[in-house]
């Protein structure tokens, strides 16, 4: 009878042990079976290939024509400004042609000065002739008229003598010297009236003449202006022959890559020499395959870039957005840009080119959605 109630009294303590342990276990059920129901776990697609470039594309340094390098300044990492030369072309005849064409508009403009000088000079000389003509032409005239005022006197003088001869109040030498006044009178004013005449046409002849030298002159200038224009017109043109013969830097940037250039070395139009990284923020270009990125990456997500050589235990992830989507696929693979936040990476110097790995969160599902979503792939795979 003892024995039995010892072993109830055993039976009832290991009851008690056990207890906590069921409740342990039960407790672990029930936070797990929440954590499967509720619980929220990232998903994530994966890129295949992806690397870091700067906002837009990079520049090629090309030449514009063929030619043969006279001076190359291009080093591997160089920073560069836009308009900034980087290489020579041999470009010493078509220098020689601008520069004689410089010359020749500098002797046309000196020519062409001289002549509207000239031409000026010629213009006053003119006026002054006019004025000249004029006050000429009025004295002769009141020459004339004098003179024939006179003779008109000396006639009447000469007709009242006359008249006095047929008195005999005055002699016949009288008569006669009034008579030859009057004609002496008579031949200066004919005189004075042919040198009058024959002064206008001379002044008139002299400003035709002067007339003539400054048109003379307009046709010399408007000849030259033509020149000039040409000269002017063809100048544009040979500077820009000896531009293209200098090639420049495109914009602000660094030379990516450089093609080794050596004096007398032949190039062809359009030969990449360098590439030109511009100096802009820097972007994520990522390529998703198509089944697993279309209609599910979508601007806007967050994601993560793992560089490859920098191991993201000791350096970290830079975090990054999607900014745009590519919507169609290139050889099955979709494209898509992420803005960069280089900030949220330690102690690396990013640079234009340097290749990683994205990772692109495109929703959240609970752990149960989650396996219940890999056991129907793993059936659909299997049937």
């Known amino acids: 009878m003892s024995y039995d109630f010892r072993d109830s009294l055993a039976s009832l303590d290991e009851g008690r042990r056990s207890t906590p342990v069921i409740a342990t276990v039960l407790v672990f059920l029930v936070a797990w079976g929440a954590w499967l129901g509720l619980g929220r776990v990232s998903v994530y697609v994966s890129s295949t290939t992806s690397r870091l470039e700067v906002e837009g594309a990079a520049f090629p340094v090309e030449p514009t024509i063929a030619g043969r390098v006279a001076q190359s300044s291009l080093r591997l990492g160089q920073k560069v400004r836009a308009g900034e030369v980087l290489v020579r072309l041999e470009s010493g005849e078509q220098e020689s042609?601008?520069?004689?064409q410089l010359a020749r508009q500098a002797a046309l403009e000196a020519e062409?000065?001289?002549?509207?000088?000239?031409?000026?000079?010629?213009r006053e000389g003119l006026e002054g002739y006019?004025?000249?003509t004029k006050a000429t032409l009025g004295e002769a005239t009141a020459q004339e008229q004098q003179a024939a005022v006179v003779a008109e006197q000396a006639r009447r003088q000469a007709s009242r003598t006359e008249g006095l001869l047929r008195?005999?109040?005055?002699?016949?030498?009288?008569?006669?010297?009034?008579v030859s006044e009057a004609t002496r009178h008579a031949a200066s004013s004919t005189v004075l009236r042919f040198s009058q005449e024959r002064r206008?046409?001379?002044?008139?002849?002299?400003?035709?003449?002067r007339l003539a030298s400054i048109a003379a002159l307009e046709i010399q200038l408007s000849r030259l202006i033509g020149e000039q224009q040409a000269v002017e017109a063809a100048l544009p043109r040979l500077r820009a022959e000896v531009d293209k013969r200098s090639?420049?830097?495109?914009?602000?940037?660094?030379?990516?890559?450089?093609?080794s250039l050596h004096p007398g070395m032949n190039l062809t139009a359009g030969q990449q020499l360098a590439m030109l990284v511009p100096e802009r923020a820097l972007q994520i270009i990522a390529y998703l395959p198509a089944p697993t990125a279309l209609g599910r990456v979508r601007p806007g997500q967050e994601a993560r870039l793992r560089l490859d050589g920098f191991p993201w235990t000791r350096f970290g992830?830079?975090?990054?957005?999607?900014?745009q989507v590519a919507q169609e696929a290139q050889q099955g693979l979709i494209r898509v840009e992420l803005s960069a936040s280089p900030d949220s990476l330690r102690?690396?110097?990013?640079?234009?080119?340097?290749?990683?790995?994205?990772?692109?969160e495109v929703e959240q599902l609970s752990p149960f959605a989650l396996l219940f979503r890999g056991f129907a792939e793993t059936l659909g795979t299997t049937s």
């Open 97 to 100: 042609v601008l520069r004689e």
């Open 112 to 122: 062409a000065a001289a002549l509207r000088k000239q031409r000026d000079a010629e």
């Open 130 to 132: 006019v004025q000249l």
């Open 167 to 178: 008195s005999s109040f005055v002699s016949e030498a009288e008569y006669e010297a009034a």
């Open 200 to 209: 206008s046409a001379e002044l008139r002849v002299g400003q035709k003449d």
């Open 247 to 259: 090639i420049t830097a495109p914009t602000d940037g660094t030379i990516g890559s450089v093609l």
């Open 317 to 323: 992830a830079m975090e990054a957005r999607v900014s």
């Open 347 to 360: 102690d690396v110097a990013l640079e234009h080119g340097l290749s990683g790995s994205v990772e692109i």
